[in-house]
């Protein structure tokens, strides 16, 4: 069984910065994909990054050039640097690890709150 943990949400003002923390538990963190959702009120869950075991990176166009998702496999961390942010990036950010496997595994997260202030 994986457990994700997340860390690093806050609150902080339009403009500043943010750097998201999630830590598996496990020995399956090198072989997986990893990626960063979030969800606000009313909203669906949406990607806001990805990374996969081998590095490559995509990103929602509405973070793009803000965000950047890194990994630390040595750690079984995946990072989220959030510069820029803005009201509208407010949310639960959640992790999630896809294991590439027959079958599929998915694992989540159980959220940070990010929040920022106009």
């Known amino acids: 069984q994986v457990q994700l943990v997340e860390s690093g949400g806050g609150l902080v003002q339009a403009g500043g910065s943010l750097r998201l923390s999630c830590t598996a538990s496990?020995?399956?963190?090198?072989?997986?994909?990893m990626g960063w959702y979030r969800q606000a009120p009313g909203k669906q869950r949406e990607l806001v990054a990805a990374?996969?075991?081998?590095?490559?990176?995509n990103y929602a166009d509405s973070v793009k050039g803000r965000f950047g998702i890194s990994r630390d496999n040595a750690k079984n961390t995946v990072y989220l640097q959030m510069n820029s942010l803005k009201p509208e990036d407010t949310a639960v950010y959640f992790c999630?690890?896809?294991?590439?496997?027959?079958?599929?595994?998915?694992?989540w997260g159980q959220g940070t709150q990010v929040t920022v202030s106009s």
């Open positions: 999630r690890a896809t294991i590439v496997a027959v079958p599929v595994t998915i694992y």
């Open positions: 496990g020995n399956i963190f090198s072989f997986a994909a």
């Open positions: 990374i996969t075991s081998g590095g490559n990176t």
